[in-house]
């Protein structure tokens, strides 16, 4: 997105601390204003920065801010695999997902994965409660490690229904490794399988990246299969903010939700983590509302 608003008013000082992103690309983020609009409003001397930075120089970009005295950074696509063997430790929801999104530099550096929490708060401020619940996600990719570990250790039980069958089987399996007790299945993302698991679903979660901005004409939903009446959609694609899968659930009569919030929650985690201070939610969505053009 090359406008993002009129930017935040930044004055740094000798006192400053910096956080920031990195990414491969980072132009695209919404992160830098959407922490710095949170900063401003508390009036706290801090600054988010993005950081681009290729593959092969991640080490040295962890070295890199380790020695410049950053309290932390997230990370995105590609990194968030790379940075499992560049820290020092991971807490239990990065080893179990499988993802770093968030560094917290201090003695040690220490990869956390604010993605599973932030789904989470985003689903719950839904009205949904997912214990013991059957949910029906669609997609086993990235994204999907994070959420099927959030729902599976909030007690639901789940479907993993994706293109690569394969891909769903795996992540079924790896689930039920981290998760004791975990409840999972796993098919192929078609229309008979769909059929058949849909109608048990009470909540349908799309991981996939089907639907999103500018190949917003795709929907992971296959034509010919109804779908479920009245069944909650959660979305984790926030542009265009109605897929035509939200489309599709709400002529249903069914709640959809597109991942805006989802992306505040898990920045708001990494807030939390880096300065021990509880972040003002509220502004942070009408940041990205604004950086987005909706507002
Ligand atoms: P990823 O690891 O590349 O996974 C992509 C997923 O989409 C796979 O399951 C893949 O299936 C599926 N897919 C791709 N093309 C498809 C097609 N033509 N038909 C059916 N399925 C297809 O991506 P990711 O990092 O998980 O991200 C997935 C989505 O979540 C993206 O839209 C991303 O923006 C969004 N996301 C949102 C948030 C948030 O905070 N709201 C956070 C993270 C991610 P195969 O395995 O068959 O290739």
């Known amino acids: 997105m090359s406008d993002q608003g009129p930017r935040t008013a930044i004055s740094l000082t000798g006192h400053s601390r910096l956080v920031g992103l990195f990414g491969w690309p980072v132009e695209h983020s919404i992160s830098p204003p959407m922490h710095n609009a949170a900063f401003s409003a508390l009036g706290m001397d801090w600054c988010y920065v993005p950081f681009a930075v290729p593959p092969e120089c991640l080490p040295d970009a962890v070295r890199g801010v380790r020695a410049l005295g950053l309290a932390g950074v997230n990370a995105t696509v590609p990194h968030k695999q790379a940075l499992l063997s560049l820290v020092d430790a991971l807490t239990t ?77 795996a992540l079924a399996q790896d689930l039920k490794t981290v998760v004791a007790g975990a409840i999972v299945e796993a098919g192929s993302l078609e229309p008979g399988v769909l059929s058949a698991h849909a109608h048990q679903a009470d ?46 659930a709400r002529q249903s009569g069914a709640h959809a939700t597109n991942g805006l919030t989802m992306l505040v929650h898990q920045g708001a985690e990494a807030f939390r ?9 509220d502004i942070m969505l009408q940041a990205c509302l604004h950086a987005l053009g909706r507002s």
Request: contains cysteine.
């Open 93 to 169: 929801e990065a080893q179990a997902i499988g993802a770093v999104n968030t560094l917290l530099l201090g003695e040690q550096t220490v990869g956390h994965n604010t993605d599973a929490a932030g789904f989470m708060r985003a689903l719950r401020e839904t009205g949904f409660a997912p214990e013991s619940r059957h949910v029906l996600m669609l997609g086993a990719g990235g994204a999907a490690r994070a959420v099927g570990y959030a729902l599976l250790t909030a007690g639901a039980t789940l479907t993993i229904l994706n293109r690569t069958e394969e891909r769903a089987a």
């Open 203 to 248: 909540l349908v979660v799309n991981t996939t990246v089907v639907g999103m901005s500018p190949h917003s004409a795709g929907c992971p939903w296959p034509v010919g299969v109804p779908y479920p009446a009245g069944v909650p959609l959660f979305d984790l694609i926030y542009t265009p903010p109605e897929t035509r899968l939200m489309a599709l």
């Open 273 to 281: 983590l880096w300065t021990g201070v509880e972040p003002p939610v």
